[in-house]
Structure formats: C-alpha cells, structure tokens
C-alpha cells in the first residue's frame, strides 16, 4: 500500500489515478497510523512552500514523514520534494523537513519565463532505482517558480532552465520529482512504476 498524504495542498487525485493505472494499491489519506502501515508514501504539493508547512505541522504530519522516512520509500512531488528540503526561501524563509540536505530557492530565469512550465529533458547524473530502464531524451512536466540547491551527490537527474534544476533528488529511501511524473505520459508512469517496484517483493 502506497499513501498518497493529504495535508490540503496537494494535487492527490491525479497522482492516485496514475498509481490505479498502473494497477497499484494506494490510498488518499490524513491518518497518522495509516501512513505508518503503509509500505511507502508520496507526498504531493502545489501552491507556496510556507503555507503546505504549516498545514503539515497542523495536522502533525511532518513527524510521522519524517520518522517513517528512515524506514520506508519517499517520493516527494514538485512542492513536495521541495518541502524535502531544510529551508525555502519562498515568501521569507521558512524551514522545511529536513531530509535532504539543502535549501529552495527562486529559479534565475536569465529573463526566460517564470514560472518554469512544460517539457524539458532529463539528463542522469547519479543513477538511482527509479531512473531504472530511463529512456535516452525522456522529457518530463514541470510548473514551478523555485528549484532546489543541493549537493550533487543527491541529484539523480537534472534538467537545464537558463541554470541547472535538479529534477529528480535521491538520498537514502527519500526521492524527490520537481516534475509532474503523473502527468510526464509513459516516462512519469515508467518512474512511479519504478517507485513502486521499491516496495514490492
């Protein structure tokens, strides 16, 4: 069972019908114990880092992610592998989960559009299980303002918008998309196929 965690900002439904899709056995849920039983989580996001925080310490959710994050698959989506992060510095600076080392911050667009939006490539830079059977020139969804800053060594792909974007981040049994991989066609389903493989036996 996968949780899908529901703090109240994030696009939930759209990543259950991929994982449904896919034929894999997830649940929509705010439930402390039901996160803990479950054998992995995603944890969505859309809208401003600060405002996904508070509701995530509201509900206590940002504990039982963090505690379950040492034992079980994290894959954290656009905003909410930014929440991955110690510290964004959207709207001020505010301080985030603290699995990945590093912080967020505003993409220097070189006078290209913000927010960054639509198809760019991925280019591997540290292989992990879920760039398994990656094909070459995949291109994947991104809508987003902000991009992580973090060391290279948890940057499995990048993508390049006027500066390199780490795209896809690894540390562990957290994971992090800045992309949509639900909705990046065949490519974003060949990544929550591999997400999901991580927990099957």
């Known amino acids: ?12 439904f759209s990543v259950k019908n991929a994982l449904e899709f896919l034929k894999k056995d997830c649940v929509i849920t705010a439930d402390a114990e039901e996160i803990r039983k479950a054998d992995a ?5 859309v809208g401003a880092f600060p405002d996904a925080m508070r509701m995530l310490e509201e509900k206590g959710l940002d ?3 963090q505690e379950e994050a040492e034992k079980k698959p994290l894959l954290g989506i656009c905003l909410g592998m930014q929440m991955l992060f110690e510290t964004s510095y959207e709207f001020g600076e505010t301080k985030g989960l603290g699995l990945l080392p590093g912080c967020v911050q505003l993409i220097d667009g070189g006078g290209l559009k913000i927010p960054h939006m639509g198809w760019n490539d991925l280019t ?6 879920m760039t398994k059977d990656l094909p070459e020139n995949a291109y994947v969804y991104f809508v987003h303002s902000f991009r992580a800053e973090t060391p290279d060594e948890n940057i499995s792909c990048y993508t390049v918008y006027n500066e390199k974007i ?12 800045q992309f949509h991989p639900e909705k990046s066609g ?15 036996k």
């Open 1 to 12: 069972m996968i949780a899908i965690i529901d703090y109240g900002a994030g696009n939930l």
């Open 41 to 45: 989580m995603i944890l969505p996001g």
């Open 63 to 65: 504990v039982v992610i």
């Open 124 to 129: 591997v830079l540290n292989p992990c299980a």
């Open 166 to 177: 780490p795209a896809l981040v690894h540390k562990g049994f957290v994971y992090g998309a």
């Open 186 to 200: 065949t490519v974003g389903l060949g990544l929550l196929e591999n997400f999901a493989r991580l927990v099957e």
